[in-house]
């Protein structure tokens, strides 16, 4: 770990255009004047690709941090031969977040998890000696685990019961690493809803999921590599969504590469996909609704329970606030596809025969969605795709690696007594 001093952004309220330093872990407009998000503005409008700095710390220029630490892989954009010239596209680039050592991506988590893990640990925090917490479905908490293990961060990670097993790792997790669950029936929300709890006690702060521009910043890298390896900005952009962080990542770094001026001017389409038979975001895309659609809670959850991808389970996503993804669909004339567990596991296995790699669950679901786009003609042969495919090499990487799995320390109920949870959460530390 090495001292960065990135004094070149400010912080900016989407709600009233109110800029500000960032100083104090800020979250959200320190007027309050509704419910927005706020980004980093970079005083330097175009990127600069430092390759001395290592891993995506060489797109420092545009992350909000003041340090580098150590461990970290970057996204790594190629021009695919295999799967494009089946799916009979010209111009099909694959940005790849995983582990596959002969491309050079050594993200060991098998994740674009890490890009967001490394960028927020790295933020300037007015938090030091406190706990940070983090709610997930599986893969966040994965990431933030090891950059929090090796570089001594403490941390608390809220994860459902059923996804324990997305808790593995290579090496030992240091113990200032705590692990607490939702009981086994809950989902991503519960796990929220724990961590939130968590956050009321002294001495424990939020992570911040999307409000924190350090997360959204470190996912954007995936389109700072893509476009500049290709050399101008996609016409589309293919990813599949749990709260939809990502996107929103994605289409800011578009809006920055607009600004710089040197990449086009085309704002990339949002092509977002979900896991049938949980589509709250494209339902209530579809709807043309900027309010999340009701739903029964009961009921999302069991439609978790039957989905391959179970990290694109986020029943409250980032959709209606301002900058949000309902903002950035409208913005680029976005689309949101649904996508069933047979055609993810077959996306899967054309994606291993025709590139060379497995695929987590939820990247087969983006590359389904490309082939559900190439079949009913929403894409033209000749169009420059960008496919982000959020986590893969994962079977390789336990295969040439002896894997452990982290276990809870406490195990919750879905709706916990708040008083049982100081309690127990500070024998903790």
């Given amino acids: 770990m090495s001292d960065f001093n990135n004094t070149s952004y400010i912080l900016q309220s989407l709600c009233c255009g109110e800029s500000f330093e960032d100083q104090n872990w800020e979250l959200n407009c320190p007027k309050n004047d509704g419910a927005s998000l706020i980004r980093s503005v970079y005083r ?16 420092a220029s545009w992350l909000p941090i003041h340090k580098i630490l150590n461990g970290s892989g970057a996204p790594v954009t190629y021009k695919s031969i295999g799967l494009a010239n089946y799916l009979g596209l010209t111009n099909l680039y694959i940005t790849f977040n995983g582990y596959w050592p002969e491309k050079g991506a050594m993200m060991e988590t098998g994740t674009f998890k890490e890009c967001e893990a490394y960028s927020v640990c790295a933020r300037t925090n007015s938090n030091y000696g406190n706990v940070m917490v983090v709610a997930s479905a599986g893969n966040t908490a994965r990431a933030f685990a090891k950059v929090c293990s090796e570089n001594k961060i403490p941390l608390v990670i809220c994860v459902p019961q059923d996804n324990l097993n997305a808790l593995w790792f290579a090496l030992q997790i240091d113990p200032c690493v705590k692990l607490i669950a939702a009981e086994s029936g809950g989902d991503y929300f519960d796990a929220i809803h724990l961590s939130n709890l968590v956050c009321q006690m002294a001495g424990f702060y939020p992570e911040g999921g999307a409000k924190n521009v350090a997360r959204r910043d470190g996912m954007g890298t995936t389109v700072l590599s893509a476009v500049t390896t290709i050399g101008k900005i996609p016409d589309f952009y293919f990813q ?44 209530s895309w579809d709807a043309g609704s900027r309010q999340l659609l ?23 996503p980032p959709y209606s606030i301002t900058g949000g993804l309902y903002d950035a669909l409208i913005d680029t004339d976005g689309e949101v596809l649904g996508i069933t567990n047979q055609e993810a596991g077959n996306a899967a296995g054309l994606f291993f025969e025709t590139e060379g790699n497995d695929l987590e669950p939820a990247a087969a679901v983006a590359v ?40 809870p320390s406490l195990i919750f109920p879905l709706n916990p007594d708040t008083q049982s949870v100081f309690e127990n959460v500070k024998t903790l530390f």
């Fill in 44 to 59: 330097s409008t175009q990127l600069v690709v430092d390759d001395s700095l290592p891993g995506i710390y060489k797109y």
């Fill in 240 to 283: 599949a969504i749990g709260s939809g962080t990502g996107a929103i990542a994605a289409w800011e770094a578009n809006i920055r590469f607009l600004a710089d001026g040197r990449y086009g001017a085309t704002k990339m389409k949002l092509m977002l996909s979900q896991n049938s038979p949980f589509l709250p975001i494209k339902n």
């Fill in 294 to 316: 009701p739903f029964n809670d009961d009921e999302a959850r069991k439609q978790v329970e039957t989905i391959v991808a179970k990290v694109l389970s986020n029943r409250k």
């Fill in 368 to 407: 389904a969605s490309l082939v559900q786009a190439v079949n009913n003609n929403k894409v033209n042969t000749n169009s420059t795709i960008m496919l982000n495919i959020t986590g893969g090499g994962i079977e390789r990487f336990k295969s040439e690696n002896t894997i452990s799995y982290l276990e």
